[in-house]
């Protein structure tokens, strides 16, 4: 059986006010990494991937025909989110855990790496976004992904977060459409956008002038089809008010 593409694309033609971005989709990983030396069981964690995020993301999209990019294999190879520069492109550890398969590996082995995955996807992602501004459209990029309810032993209680720099007002629009505080809709948690840390905002948004932000929604929320469909639902009319 042939891997999978480095990227997949629903929608690829759409267009609107959004693009959809799930670069942290899929927990695949070739044989001949040999899961980069963790359990099966380590391999379906988050560690590996955002659980719930494609689901939801794919709904979105098929309700909409709204553009969206996934990512192909696991975040531990190398993250699509991350600088290529970033101590976490690809992490010796992630959380608590080891990745043997990722400790002391030679600087060809990440070059290979980035030509095999993140380099695709980013290419992909510019381009569509080339085509919008050179069609006069000003998309806002918004990447969907979970979180865990528990990291490090500190609890996260919020529902969703919003993460953003530059585009506040949409930001806001966005805690405010889902409920807000009250709904335990946080900005920019359970993490803050930064230089070192992430590359979609900065990169395929800020850069270009374009809205963007993160969609972050607990793991345990959207785990499961209801949740997925639930919180999908939820997004959609907001997503698609550009």
Request: glycine letters at 12%; aromatic letters at 8%; a negative charge.
């Amino acid at each position: 059986m042939a891997d999978p593409a480095p990227f997949e694309w629903v929608n690829r033609d759409g267009g609107g006010p959004v693009l959809l971005l799930c670069e942290h989709a899929s927990n695949w990983m070739p044989e001949d990494y040999g899961g980069l030396g963790l359990s099966q069981s380590d391999r379906e964690r988050h560690i590996a991937w955002d659980i719930g995020a494609a689901a939801v993301a794919r709904r979105i999209a098929e309700r909409t025909g709204a553009p969206l990019i996934l990512s192909g294999a696991s975040r531990l190879l190398i993250d699509l989110n991350r600088p290529l520069t970033s101590r976490s492109s690809i992490p010796e550890q992630s959380e608590a855990t080891a990745v043997p398969g990722n400790i002391g590996i030679a600087e060809a082995e990440r070059e290979a790496r980035a030509e095999r995955w993140f380099h695709p996807f980013q290419r992909e992602v510019q381009g569509w976004l080339d085509r919008a501004k050179a069609r006069g459209e000003r998309p806002a990029v918004v990447g969907i992904h979970s979180f865990t309810p528990v990291f490090l032993g500190v609890r996260r209680p919020w529902h969703v977060g919003i993460l953003y720099r530059k585009s506040a007002a949409y930001a806001g629009r966005l805690i405010e459409g889902l409920g807000g505080a009250e709904a335990m809709i946080a900005g920019n948690q359970p993490y803050q956008i930064d230089d070192e840390g992430d590359y979609t905002v900065p990169v395929h948004g800020e850069a270009r002038g374009l809205e963007s932000v993160l969609v972050e929604l607990r793991q345990d929320l959207v785990a499961g089809p209801r949740g997925q469909a639930e919180w999908a639902d939820r997004l959609t009319p907001l997503l698609m008010r550009g």
